[in-house]
């Protein structure tokens, strides 16, 4: 804790350092120094207590996610990703065995509060991990056990047609996200034995995802106006959501298209959060753990491809925290105006044409690390079928300027 507090203070003095000046602890200043000594201390007395003393998971996840907050706040993604597929391990190795879906649930005490917090938490940032720079093909390709083997779900019981509270509601959704991740991932790989089961699983979740935004309804005339807009950014999620279920089968990019108005909501619902977090802080947010804003505002910008809706979602994404756990928004800004600039490519001299052509358009994306050789340029991978849908994927590199 005395390692974080000396890291989030020198960041709220001089700011959260960004990929542009991501050296800007490479020169310590002596409180740098006093937070790393303090965190080598920390990781020195963890690894302590788990050979030597008592051996409580909760200790240990709750270190994880301090190491994680650290880490993020250091610019370190890859450090910050292995604490949290450490979390993760620790989680799973408490479950006495894993279905066959790979539909990962708790088995954890749920009279413990530290518990019934510490992984929900890390159920949701198993999703912001897995939703960053897609598809990171050595991690989420195909394999024996399915797609997505890092999502994590938490158990919640029977479905209900209510939420008592707005962390409740917040577990269903994430539980919806992983579920739609994987129904997505699914077509991409011809996991499904057959067309019904495929329009099944989807009418199924739709029917999660109307009915998570019922019971949302209910629950949102008891909230109050600090909460309010947390809860209007869940239910971005879950319309998010709801347009992946609904255009994954049609295998096509245009298949978005059908969905504007549900992007100009989307847009409406994020907008409120950030006014809310501007207002609170009388500057840009500095850095969130895991609210989802950065992810879900990337999304829309790079699946919306109205070119006046999508450049909203852009001016938001100026607007958002600086950083969001894995996300940066320096970076994530400069990837979707790459994207735009790629897609747009063809409509570039017809102002009135509001969206691009299929066969320009980005299907995935691999967000590299930034070259240690020229950290000037970061590359990006961008997975599209220019010569057609009956073609095979290409991949085409393009570079973000730093």
């Not at 937070?35 to 201390?41: E, F, G, M, S």
């Not at 301090?66 to 989680?91: M, P, Q, V, W, Y």
């Not at 939420?163 to 919806?176: G, K, P, T």
């Amino acid at each position: 804790m005395v390692a974080l507090s000396a890291f989030h203070e020198r960041c709220e003095t001089v700011g959260v350092p960004l990929l542009e000046d991501q050296n800007s602890f490479s020169h310590p200043t002596s409180s740098d120094a006093f937070a790393l000594r303090q965190y080598t201390k920390a990781i020195q007395l963890l690894r302590h207590r788990l050979t030597y003393g008592e051996q409580s998971h909760v200790v240990t996840l709750l270190s994880c996610v301090l190491f994680i907050c650290l880490e993020f706040l250091r610019g370190n993604k890859d450090s910050a990703i292995t604490h949290l597929r450490g979390g993760l391990d620790i989680i799973r190795s408490r479950l006495p065995s894993a279905p066959p879906s790979n539909h990962l649930q708790t088995n954890l005490t749920p009279s413990d509060i530290l518990e019934g917090n510490l992984v929900p938490l890390f159920a949701r940032l198993s999703v912001l991990q897995s939703l960053y720079g897609q598809p990171r093909s050595s991690n989420y390709g195909p394999s024996a056990h399915g797609p997505f083997l890092e999502l994590l779900d938490v158990e919640v019981g029977p479905s209900r047609s209510f939420f008592d509270d707005l962390n409740e509601a917040r577990v269903s959704a994430v539980n919806i996200i992983n579920s739609t991740f994987r129904f997505a991932f699914m077509i991409d790989y011809e996991y499904f034995p057959s067309e019904d089961i495929m329009w099944a699983t989807q009418s199924a979740l739709l029917a999660q995802s109307q009915g998570w935004s019922d019971a949302m309804d209910v629950l949102t005339t008891t909230l109050s106006d600090e909460e309010l807009p947390y809860a209007h950014l869940l239910s971005a999620h879950n319309f998010m959501t709801r347009v992946w279920m609904l255009s994954a089968p049609e295998r096509t990019q245009c298949a978005f298209d059908s969905h504007l108005e549900t992007f100009e909501r989307i847009h409406d619902l994020c907008l409120p959060l950030i006014s809310h977090l501007e207002g609170a802080s009388s500057k840009r947010p500095s850095f969130t753990l895991d609210a989802g804003l950065l992810s879900t505002l990337f999304f829309a910008s790079t699946k919306c491809r109205h070119r006046v809706q999508r450049r909203k979602f852009i001016t938001l994404m100026q607007r958002a925290p600086v950083r969001e756990g894995l996300w940066n928004a320096a970076e994530v800004l400069k990837v979707a105006e790459k994207c735009v600039g790629v897609e747009e490519e063809p409509i570039s001299s017809e102002p009135y044409v509001m969206y691009p052509p299929e066969l320009s358009r980005i299907h995935d994306m691999d967000i590299q690390s930034r070259s240690i050789e020229d950290p000037g340029r970061q590359f990006v991978r961008l997975k599209m079928k220019p010569l057609g849908l009956d073609h095979e994927f290409v991949w085409r590199t393009e570079h973000i300027k730093w």
